[in-house]
């Protein structure tokens, strides 16, 4: 199955089935997010219209990249979220990467966001649709990074139904310029854990589907179950 693996900027048109991957860290906080008790993410392109979005809803709740900022509550780190409480709300989600890759492929039929922590099951998610080829979204560094590009590849090799070797995807996105810089302490809103964080495989048991509804983009979790084993033959 000939999969495509493309950057933000090099997506033209709609591919039909589309799975957009950040792994340091939208797409691992989201997932967290939900474990934390979300009930959806919604995705906003900008920071103004995620406070817009918060501000309009009772009860909503606003995260961003980087540093705490006014009218946030949460920064886009796994290891400040992990010990949150978010019982049934409603989070907007804002990032320089991974929402910007989501929103771009919105409109598409089929969209998931994942990353390792969710990278078993979205793989099956797309076996039991028999979803054909998928187009991977790599949002970072412009479709080159490799922590995005070996956790989308890992999935591809998943959904082949192979008996895939996860620890040297993994690797490569351990030894990625983001784990680097994450490690470094360079980028704001961080946890010393985030990188290990980042690197759990298949810490949930669901995938994340984005879909439309009304006029917002709103990811939410699908539980997918452990394939059965193996029938055994008769003879």
Same mark, same amino acid.
């Given at each position: 199955?000939?999969?495509?693996?493309?950057?933000?900027?090099?997506?033209?048109?709609?591919?039909?089935?589309?799975?957009?991957?950040?792994?340091?860290?939208?797409?691992?906080?989201?997932? $967290?997010?939900?474990?934390?008790?979300?009930? +959806?993410?919604?995705?906003?392109?900008? #920071? &103004?219209?995620?406070?817009?979005?918060?501000?309009?809803?009772? %009860? $909503?709740?606003?995260?961003?990249?980087?540093?705490?900022?006014?009218?946030?509550?949460?920064?886009?780190? *796994?290891?400040?979220?992990?010990? +949150?409480?978010?019982?049934?709300?409603?989070?907007?989600?804002? @990032? @320089? /990467?991974?929402?910007?890759?989501?929103?771009?492929?919105?409109?598409?039929?089929?969209?998931?966001?994942?990353?390792?922590?969710?990278?078993?099951?979205?793989?099956?998610?797309?076996?039991?649709?028999?979803?054909?080829?998928?187009?991977?979204?790599?949002? %970072? #560094?412009?479709?080159?990074?490799?922590?995005?590009?070996?956790? !989308?590849?890992?999935?591809?090799?998943?959904?082949?139904?192979?008996?895939?070797?996860?620890?040297?995807?993994?690797?490569?996105? =351990?030894? &990625?310029?983001? /784990?680097?810089?994450?490690? %470094?302490?360079?980028?704001?809103?961080?946890?010393?854990?985030?990188?290990?964080?980042?690197?759990?495989?298949?810490?949930?048991?669901?995938?994340?589907? !984005?879909?439309?509804?009304? &006029?917002?983009?709103?990811? =939410? *979790?699908?539980?997918?179950?452990?394939?059965?084993?193996?029938?055994?033959?008769?003879?």
């Amino acid at each position: 199955m000939e999969h495509h693996f493309v950057g933000i900027p090099e997506l033209t048109g709609l591919p039909r089935v589309a799975v957009v991957i950040d792994v340091m860290r939208a797409f691992t906080v989201a997932a $967290w997010a939900f474990s934390r008790g979300v009930e +959806r993410i919604v995705l906003a392109s900008t #920071e &103004s219209e995620a406070l817009a979005l918060k501000e309009s809803r009772s %009860g $909503w709740l606003a995260l961003k990249d980087g540093a705490p900022a006014a009218g946030f509550d949460a920064v886009n780190s *796994p290891g400040l979220l992990r010990s +949150r409480d978010f019982a049934g709300r409603t989070l907007v989600q804002k @990032t @320089t /990467a991974g929402t910007v890759g989501a929103l771009a492929v919105a409109n598409a039929p089929l969209v998931l966001c994942a990353s390792f922590v969710v990278a078993g099951p979205t793989a099956r998610f797309l076996q039991n649709e028999d979803s054909g080829p998928v187009t991977f979204v790599v949002t %970072g #560094e412009g479709g080159q990074a490799d922590e995005d590009l070996a956790c !989308a590849e890992y999935i591809g090799q998943r959904m082949a139904g192979d008996d895939v070797e996860a620890a040297p995807y993994l690797h490569r996105a =351990r030894t &990625s310029r983001a /784990a680097a810089d994450l490690a %470094g302490g360079l980028r704001s809103g961080f946890h010393p854990d985030d990188v290990d964080l980042c690197l759990e495989i298949d810490r949930f048991p669901f995938a994340m589907v !984005a879909r439309r509804e009304e &006029s917002l983009t709103v990811l =939410r *979790p699908v539980p997918v179950p452990d394939l059965p084993p193996p029938a055994r033959g008769s003879g």
